[in-house]
């Protein structure tokens, strides 16, 4: 192998690491916006949160929250990501590598919490493992005698990598339903809804 040859694979390579460095966050539809979002009104026992950059988890938490009648709350870093998707990237990138937890919006009282029995906890897969608000999210919390259920984009890592290591870890004394995890390529989400509600009633928690 040449020195030029050489040269070529090590950028073709790196270019590939990079277009899969954000697992499951694909392209970003345009309509995604930075901005809270806390439904805790309905009389129900479950609740689905969820982190998103591209809007593919939410499309997916809201599917489960309308087939479950669940609670839903949405977890947003206070510095928003760039909408740039090398620079999310990027970014993403060096809170993973110096274990930085970002500020975030959603902050759930124990009162809060309190009422529901289960979790459905969506994210999409960055650098092989939770996306950092989300540690900020489970570090803030206690989920001890709850059941969590996870569902997840990817782009390739369609075990979740290392991020149900990462969620049983934090989400301590929980049931985290491993089993049960809802995995979907990011560019298969917008036609998944009836993928993502079958999910849920096959679980046995549709309404």
């Not at 650098?127 to 489970?138: A, I, K, S």
Request: glycine fraction near 8%; charge should be negative.
């Amino acid at each position: 192998m040449n020195t030029t040859f050489k040269r070529i694979f090590s950028l073709l390579l790196t270019a590939l690491i990079i277009l899969t460095a954000l697992t499951g966050c694909g392209n970003r539809a345009t309509n995604v916006k930075q901005t809270e979002e806390m439904d805790l009104t309905k009389d129900t026992n479950i609740l689905v949160v969820y982190f998103t950059w591209s809007g593919h988890l939410q499309s997916m938490a809201h599917w489960i929250a309308d087939e479950t009648g669940a609670d839903i709350v949405r977890v947003i870093a206070k510095e928003a990501y760039p909408e740039d998707y090398n620079a999310t990237a990027d970014r993403a990138k060096n809170e993973k590598n110096e274990g930085i937890r970002p500020e975030i919006t959603l902050s759930l009282s124990a009162e809060e919490l309190a009422k529901y029995d289960t979790i459905f906890f969506g994210f999409p897969v960055w650098w092989y493992d939770l996306p950092m608000p989300m540690w900020t999210f489970l570090e803030s919390v206690d989920l001890s005698g709850k059941t969590v259920i996870p569902f997840f984009s990817h782009e390739g890592s369609s075990n979740g990598a290392s991020s149900l290591d990462t969620l049983v870890s934090l989400a301590k004394g929980a049931d985290v339903k491993r089993d049960d995890v809802l995995s979907i390529r990011g560019g298969k989400v917008d036609a998944s809804e009836d993928t993502v509600r079958e999910w849920v009633r096959g679980l046995g928690y549709g309404k």
